[in-house]
């Protein structure tokens, strides 16, 4: 099976997302890039991830032609490829519907750094783009317009977007990026959330406690 311990590990990237409630049913899409062999897999259009198994996760090239894989890609798969291509330095994305940050991104409203997490694992403020169809490559270019230099970012009306050098790091920046939007949530009706002071330039980012060497 070509590619087996990168579907393997996109899989388990699924799983754990589901497990952490990121996400219901099939929605929700993930992916890794090969830097290798200039291929992406990505997780498959309309399956339970509960009854998934790597060769279900396909494997397309750049241009999102399917390499193998016996199921659709991801209808997100035009979003992920565009990330890729505009983005060098990522190799792993993780788009999950999580409940808060759907909730901020149906309001509009961008979530500032008041827990450290947000810094450390986003960057800083997680932002919220305009609605715009997703599943293309021009949302790719939208979402990173408003991503910036961070991490992560929360698609209006659709649902969070978060990018990695492997997809293990993106599952976790999607994760601590829906812990700040819940947290956001919680406070915003008690007042003004303050923020946490900015982090000095070593606590920016942690290691994926996943351990993972890289995507490729």
Do not use: C
């Not at 062999?37 to 494997?59: F, K, L, N």
């Not at 947290?183 to 003004?192: D, M, S, T, W």
Request: without cysteine; negative net charge; glycine residues 12%.
């Amino acid at each position: 099976m070509l590619l087996a311990d990168l579907r393997a590990r996109v899989l388990a990237a699924a799983l754990e997302a589901s497990r952490l409630g990121l996400m219901t049913m099939t929605s929700g899409n993930f992916s890794a890039r090969d830097r290798e062999g200039g291929r992406v897999v990505i997780t498959p259009s309309g399956r339970p991830y509960a009854t998934m198994r790597p060769e279900d996760v396909v494997v397309v090239d750049l241009d999102g032609t399917v390499v193998e894989g016996g199921h659709r890609p991801s209808s997100e798969t035009p979003l992920h490829l565009g990330v890729y291509r505009e983005r060098p330095d990522v190799d792993g994305i993780a788009h999950v519907h999580s409940p808060h940050a759907n909730a901020v991104g149906a309001l509009g409203l961008a979530v500032p750094p008041i827990v450290g997490t947000l810094w450390k694992y986003v960057g800083g403020t997680l932002a919220t783009a305009p609605f715009l169809e997703s599943g293309t490559a021009e949302y790719a270019a939208h979402a990173l317009g408003v991503m910036g230099d961070r991490r992560a970012m929360i698609m209006a009306n659709h649902g969070l977007l978060a990018i990695g050098p492997t997809v293990e790091e993106a599952l976790e920046t999607a994760a601590y990026a829906e812990e700040g939007a819940r947290i956001y949530l919680l406070a915003r009706p008690l007042g003004a959330p303050r923020e946490h002071p900015k982090p000095s330039v070593g606590m920016m980012y942690a290691p994926s406690w996943w351990g993972s060497e890289g995507s490729g």
